[in-house]
C-alpha cells in the first residue's frame, strides 16, 4: 500500500509498505529501495547528484502510527505522519490472536506433557 508521495523536480518517490513490513521506495516507478522492517529503516538514494534519506519511523499501537521523514543532502525537506492503514492493523490483530491461543495451547501440552 502506498503510504507517501513526494516530488522533487520531476521525479516522483513514492513510498510503500505491506501489511508483513516489507517496504519499498519508488522513484518514476522504479524500486530502488526494498527493506523489512517493523518499527522502521532508513532508505539511501541518490537523484541528480544529491543524496537522499527517507526514513521511516513505526509507532505500532499508536494512532499516529507512521512517520516519514525525506532528507536531502542532510537537510529535513518533508515530514509526515500517517495513521496505519486500518486493514493492516486488522490482519496483524488477528495475527497476535492466532498466535496468542496457538501459544497458550502449546504451552498447556507442555505443561500437560510434562506433569504426566
Request: no cysteine; hydrophobic share 40%; charged share 25%.
Amino acid at each position: 500500500m502506498k503510504y507517501a508521495e513526494f516530488n522533487i523536480d520531476t521525479n516522483k518517490i513514492e513510498f510503500l509498505n505491506s501489511v508483513l513490513g516489507f517496504e519499498n521506495v519508488l522513484i518514476n516507478g522504479n524500486k530502488i529501495s526494498n527493506k523489512f522492517s517493523i518499527t522502521g529503516i532508513e532508505h539511501k538514494f541518490e537523484i541528480n547528484s544529491k543524496n537522499y534519506i527517507l526514513k521511516s519511523k513505526a509507532k505500532l499501537f499508536a494512532k499516529d502510527g507512521i512517520n516519514i521523514q525525506l532528507s536531502e543532502n542532510g537537510e529535513l525537506i518533508e515530514n509526515i505522519n500517517l495513521e496505519y492503514n486500518k486493514k493492516h492493523r486488522l490482519y496483524w490483530m488477528v495475527f497476535g490472536v492466532f498466535f496468542g491461543l496457538l501459544g497458550f495451547k502449546l504451552g498447556k501440552i507442555l505443561v500437560e506433557t510434562l506433569t504426566h
